[in-house]
């Protein structure tokens, strides 16, 4: 199995979107990358887009990795209600409202970081910042998506998924290879 990383890094501006939750404090006592299930207690969330062209079909907001309705669906052809879960928000440009939207949240947190191969930096026995990746793959069997567990958000799929979303053209996404990812 081969792992692509998930970056929002793009080429285009036209395909790099920025929001911000318009009411952040509904969020705050949300654990929004613990992989925890947030559907029983999911807030009326509105991202105002910031940034100068209408919403890409995936894009970050604040810790929210925000997908377009059409992008989930592909991703649930893939993956399960445990390795993901999507939770509408509404996405709102110049003020109007841009389709349906949500946050894709990862239920999938692992421990595969190839700790000999990769360059990080630890606090308290937590990955805090990471310059090089490296993904012991023998222990991503049977994963279609997750999310490392560290505190610098990467999230990683399979390549027949990440083929999948390249060869439908969605907006806002790129992936990357494991030499080809740089921290941000």
Not at 5 to 33: C, E, F, M, P
Not at 52 to 65: E, I, T
Not at 146 to 157: G, S
């Amino acid at each position: 199995m081969t792992i692509k990383i998930w970056t929002n890094k793009v080429d285009n501006d036209l395909y790099y979107t920025t929001g911000k939750a318009r009411n952040q404090s509904i969020l705050h006592s949300l654990k929004l990358t613990s992989g925890t299930a947030l559907s029983d207690r999911w807030p009326e969330v509105v991202i105002d887009i910031t940034s100068d062209y209408k919403p890409a079909d995936s894009f970050l907001s604040g810790l929210m990795l925000i997908v377009s309705r059409e992008l989930a669906d592909l991703i649930y052809k893939f993956a399960t209600d445990k390795e993901v879960e999507y939770l509408p928000v509404e996405v709102v440009y110049k003020g109007n409202p841009q389709g349906e939207y949500g946050f894709l949240n990862i239920l999938n947190i692992c421990d595969v970081l190839d700790r000999s191969n990769s360059q990080f930096t630890e606090i308290d026995g937590m990955i805090d910042s990471i310059d090089l990746v490296r993904i012991d793959e023998s222990a991503t069997e049977g994963k279609t998506i997750f999310q490392l567990d560290a505190i610098e958000w990467i999230v990683c799929v399979d390549k027949g998924l990440a083929e999948e979303i390249e060869k439908t053209a969605f907006t806002g996404i790129a992936f990357k290879s494991e030499s080809e990812w740089q921290p941000f």
